[in-house]
């Protein structure tokens, strides 16, 4: 009998082991022994979210969810409901990450607030999961910079090769640009070089530090705030009445898939919870930030999308740039050249935040022994986590250089509003097993606002075509395989749990 025990036992621990929470004692106190720098205040945080989440998502996705495409039914003016259905889920989102930020002001975001609710195979699938939303999203962001970029070059009677700008995937279907390319070994060169050298030169600036990371940021939301902001007043005196009808095209459908694309414009709020620990008082400045970020964009975007479907029929909107084809129409072509520098400057703001959340991720997960040690390295002079800023520009511009921007948007969406649901479902799970726990901020109507933002999140998802459900759940299998190698192996919680076990 007794060696039929040991088989259940083990199993039993090894089970309880992938749903064990991390105490919030324990992560409250790695916030008062981290190495990192605390300088941040609430206009900063405020600053970092705008920069996040106003860039390509305005600039490049607005079209193409007034317009639509094979695979889903446009919006058309309804674009503007589009964009406050998404709002109102991401404020659901927000006042949940609002609450779990204040309470736990650690680098790690979405990945630390599962891992002190849901248990670490929770925490390890949402870490693998941000994966999606930060490195996987700043591709696509990366790719649109190079896109704008390269037109306001145009402009100045410069032309970037088209071999040297473009993705792999668009050049094998262009004869022209493969023709145009070099060749190596009778091998077509093509490589988006302007993607890959935006995201080195802001991974040096990373490195640098956070103050002066906060800094490029302020310039660039300052610089973008104003293009847009000059784009609303100028495209007011175009608008035509008569583009806004039918308001609804494809009626409500289209609203939903349109708000499933304009999710991308939102996904960036979040990011302002994973600088909690270079905060000066995260418990106050934390929830201001995040949700005060969020509320200032979404005003911007209704503006800009009420504009840009007034000015054009949503129908001739299919395309990457938008705001600079209403501007063109109209021969507004000096006007056109101030909305490609506001763009550069939204996009390079969002690559600079995405670049500065993905590794303080990864150095929270190593921390935790969930990655290699090497990842919770803190640079002796900078003091910011060098060795995973630097290893995630790498990477990123890798992609970029490479990577058609389509795939990466859809699969960017559908990581993030899984992770906005889990975060949610981990604001329920806290207030029932540590109701006492101070709480500087609180989700009003818990748990039912949480409950809902569960169901919006996943809701939103469903609008997501199918290809992208598969790639996700695939990219999900891959991190449990990893979890499984190394993960459960090198566990801190883990080990310590087991030591404490065998002591008693």
């Not at 293009?227 to 095209?249: C, D, H, S, T």
């Not at 800023?389 to 969406?413: H, P, Q, S």
Request: hydrophobic share 55%.
């Amino acid at each position: 009998m007794a060696v039929k025990r040991v088989p259940f036992r083990a199993m039993f621990g090894a089970w309880k082991a992938l749903f064990a929470t991390k105490p919030l004692s324990e992560l409250q106190a790695e916030y008062s022994t981290s190495q990192l720098k605390r300088v941040l205040s609430v206009w900063d945080l405020i600053g970092l979210g705008i920069g996040a989440i106003i860039g390509a998502g305005i600039f490049a996705t607005v079209g193409t969810a007034a317009a639509g495409d094979a695979a889903r039914p446009g919006a058309g003016p309804g674009i503007i409901l589009s964009f406050v259905l998404t709002a109102a889920v991401c404020g659901l989102a927000a006042l949940c990450y609002a609450e779990m930020a204040a309470m736990v002001p650690i680098a790690g975001s979405a990945y630390t607030y599962a891992y002190a609710t849901l248990g670490e195979i929770f925490a390890w699938i949402i870490g693998w999961d941000l994966i999606i939303e930060y490195a996987v999203g700043n591709v696509a962001v990366a790719i649109s910079w190079s896109g704008y970029f390269c037109e306001l070059l145009r402009g100045l009677g410069i032309t970037v090769p088209a071999w040297a700008s473009t993705d792999l995937r668009t050049a094998l279907a262009s004869p022209e640009i493969l023709a145009a390319a070099p060749r190596v070994l009778g091998i077509p060169i093509v490589v988006n070089l302007p993607a890959m050298g935006i995201v080195l030169l802001l991974t040096w600036v990373l490195v640098r530090g956070i103050r002066e990371s906060s800094r490029t940021n302020a310039v660039m939301v300052l610089i973008k705030l104003a293009v847009l902001a000059f784009f609303v007043v100028v495209g007011l005196f175009y608008v035509q009445p008569e583009n806004y009808k039918p308001f609804l095209p494809n009626g409500w459908h289209g609203v939903w898939a349109g708000a499933a694309i304009v999710f991308f414009a939102y996904i960036g709020f979040d990011a302002v919870s994973t600088a909690a620990e270079e905060c000066r008082n995260p418990a106050r400045d934390l929830p201001r930030g995040i949700i005060g970020s969020l509320v200032i964009s979404t005003l911007i975007y209704v503006a800009v999308a009420a504009v840009v479907t007034g000015m054009v029929p949503w129908t001739e909107l299919a395309t990457a740039e938008p705001l600079t084809v209403a501007m063109n129409r109209y021969n507004l072509g000096w006007a056109a050249g101030l909305v490609a520098v506001g763009s550069v400057a939204a996009h390079t703001a969002v690559l600079l935040v995405f670049q500065l959340g993905q590794p303080r991720i990864f150095y929270a997960m190593a921390r935790d022994g969930l990655l290699p040690q090497a990842f919770a390295r803190v640079h002796p002079k900078y003091r910011t986590p060098y060795v995973t800023t630097i290893l995630t520009g790498v990477v990123v511009a890798g992609f970029a250089g490479f990577a058609n921007i389509e795939e990466m948007v859809d699969l960017t969406n559908i990581g993030t509003l899984f992770a906005f649901a889990l975060v949610s479902a981990g604001v329920i799970v806290l207030r029932f097993t540590n109701p006492q726990a101070p709480r500087p901020f609180r989700v009003p109507l818990s748990p039912w606002l949480p409950l809902l933002s569960v169901v919006a999140c996943l809701g939103l998802a469903l609008g997501l075509p199918r290809i992208t459900w598969l790639r996700f759940l695939a990219w999900l299998a891959l991190g449990l395989v990893v979890y499984v190698v190394y993960g459960r192996r090198f566990s801190q919680l883990r080990k310590a749990n087991s030591s404490s076990q065998n002591s008693v």
